[in-house]
Nanobody, 124 residues
Framework: QVQLVESGGGLVQPGGSLRLSCAAS????????IGWFRQAPGKEREGVSC????????YYADSVKGRFTISRDQAKNTVYLEMKPLKPEDTGVYYC?????????????????WGQGTQVTVSS
């Protein structure tokens, strides 16, 4: 079982930036993929980005491609999501999740462990 804790959310103006962190703990982390998802009020959960801890392969949703960057610090067991420039439609609760297959993708049902979420609000 993997435990995940997100941090780094906040209020930012359009065009600004944020870096989210996902601290992971548990066994066999090196075999997992870590994904970021978000959910806005009244909307369905949306996959944002994913990274494989096996080989650092990354994947992005079209809505964030070119603006968001996912990365990881192996020594700290932490995955980051750099977001810039942010748009109002990026507002939502951001969750990180762990997929034991280690294959990049954004199918939520493949992710068995989820963090508690961190709020991102993009507004002027």
């Amino acid at each position: 079982q993997v435990q995940l804790v997100e941090s780094g959310g906040g209020l930012v103006q359009p065009g600004g930036s944020l870096r989210l962190s996902c601290a992971a703990s548990g066994s066999f982390l090196e075999y997992y993929a870590i994904g970021w998802f978000r959910q806005a009020p009244g909307k369905e959960r949306e996959g944002v980005s994913c990274i494989s801890l096996r080989d650092d392969t990354t994947y992005y949703a079209d809505s964030v491609k070119g603006r968001f960057t996912i990365s990881r610090d192996q020594a700290k067991n932490t995955v980051y999501l750099e977001m810039k420039p942010l748009k109002p439609e990026d507002t939502g609760v951001y969750y990180c999740a762990a997929d034991p297959t280690g294959i990049v993708g954004l199918k939520a049902s493949n992710f068995g462990s989820w963090g508690q979420g961190t709020q991102v609000t993009v507004s002027s």
